[in-house]
């Protein structure tokens, strides 16, 4: 059975090296004769896999001493809810809006508390970020929310916005783990690794210390930081095989040189899909080019029944989930670390023959 190139948005592609490890160990995982599958969480076994994986990850990221890394579920999305309540001590918290997952975590926020809208790019269907120089964040708001990459709009925070001093919250899951981030500079990041890195039902969050409260009144157990922080995310039953794939997933970045050599080879994949889309006469890109993602790449021809002849042909040929978000429309390829340099030539070469064949 030949592998496709995938483009899906998430869950998406996995390195093939790791899914032949995941294959090789299923039945028998380190001579335990057991797969990770089916062992306790508690086993010593399982201790070496997520304490191996959270080892892995805070040398490739260079994470602080004092910042917590916590392995959760529930669903990136739930982490919406968990932030505010966790973060916004008193209730108040300012969001920037760059597309449709910023959006859904500033709707939780306003469920609980005071939450207010500091910038937008909603006038334009999201294709830019604005600018973040000078926000009117409020004196009193707890922090600063951003989706530093949009995977459905294809745009990505150029730099970081200016907090005025505040604390810095990102949900990075379509970027996380693509190049290198000075941690430092937020007070906690989250991320579902269904995007680019593991299978879905893992979120990562990794969060300065002295932010996380004590004290939650009215908050249940699991919604408290604390309770996975102080337990190393071994409270309750984890999704160990999740988790197992990521530990896989941080040892294939580490053998291909960490994030600074990912990121420059996401940066070169991208631009051989971005520089192709730039001289198309049919294929244009619908974000500005300031702050385009180099994770997701959506693009149009401008003309909705080609597209969809497109989406269809290019499936045919071995390119696959290419279909754009419905919010945006036409195509969006997500182009994630595990998306060799050859998928996107493969596409480019396509969409060179497509041109060809459909343009009046
Ligand atoms: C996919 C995605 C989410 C939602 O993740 P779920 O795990 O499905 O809740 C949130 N934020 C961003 C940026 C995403 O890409």
Do not use: C, W, Y
């Given at each position: 059975m030949a592998r496709v190139y995938n483009f899906s948005a998430g869950p998406a592609v996995l390195p093939e090296e790791v899914l032949e490890k995941c294959a090789g160990e299923m039945l028998d995982y380190a001579g335990c004769g057991t797969s990770v599958m089916e062992m306790s969480h508690r086993s010593s076994v399982f201790k070496g896999i997520i304490e191996g994986a959270e080892a892995r990850l805070r040398s490739l990221m260079s994470i602080p001493d004092n910042y917590k890394v916590i392995f959760t579920q529930g669903g990136d999305s739930l982490l919406f809810s968990t932030v505010f309540m966790n973060l916004a001590t008193n209730g108040k918290a300012d969001y920037v809006i760059t597309g449709n997952w910023a959006k859904k975590a500033f709707q939780e926020a306003q469920i609980l508390g005071d939450a207010q809208a500091v910038a937008s790019?909603?006038?334009k269907n999201f294709s830019y970020i604005p600018d973040c120089s000078d926000l009117p964040i409020r004196e009193d708001a707890s922090y600063l929310y951003i989706c530093e990459n949009n995977t459905i709009y294809g745009t990505k925070f150029p730099e970081l916005p200016n907090t005025k001093g505040h604390v810095l919250v990102a949900d990075q899951s379509s970027m996380f783990l693509s190049e290198p981030v000075d941690v430092s500079r937020y007070g906690l990041i989250?991320?579902?690794?269904?995007?680019?890195?593991?299978?879905?039902?893992?979120?990562?969050?990794?969060?300065?210390?002295?932010?996380?409260?004590?004290?939650?009144?009215?908050?249940?157990?699991?919604?408290?930081?604390k309770t996975q922080a102080d337990a190393g995310s071994l409270y309750n039953t984890p999704n160990c095989w999740g988790i197992y794939v990521c530990g896989l997933v941080f040892e294939w970045i580490e053998r291909m040189g960490g994030l600074a050599a990912m990121g420059e080879r996401n940066a070169e994949k991208a631009a051989v899909l971005y520089d192709f889309l730039d001289e198309s006469k049919l294929f244009s890109s619908t974000v500005d080019p300031s702050c385009r993602s180099l994770m997701n790449v959506p693009?149009?021809?401008?003309?909705?029944?080609?597209?969809?002849?497109?989406?269809?042909?290019?499936?045919?040929?071995?390119?696959?989930?290419?279909?754009?978000?419905?919010?945006?429309g036409g195509m969006r390829a997500s182009i994630y670390n595990a998306m060799p340099r050859e998928g996107v030539e493969a596409l480019v070469a396509f969409m060179k023959e497509f041109e060809l064949a459909h343009r009046a």
């Open positions: 790019s909603a006038d989250h991320a579902g690794v269904q995007k680019n890195v593991g299978p879905a039902g893992v979120q990562i969050v990794i969060v300065r210390e002295d932010l996380i409260p004590d004290d939650l009144p009215g908050v249940p157990t699991m919604l408290r930081l693009f149009v021809t401008g003309n909705e029944d080609l597209d969809a002849v497109f989406v269809k042909d290019a499936a045919k040929a071995g390119l696959v989930n290419l279909k754009g978000h419905r919010s945006v």
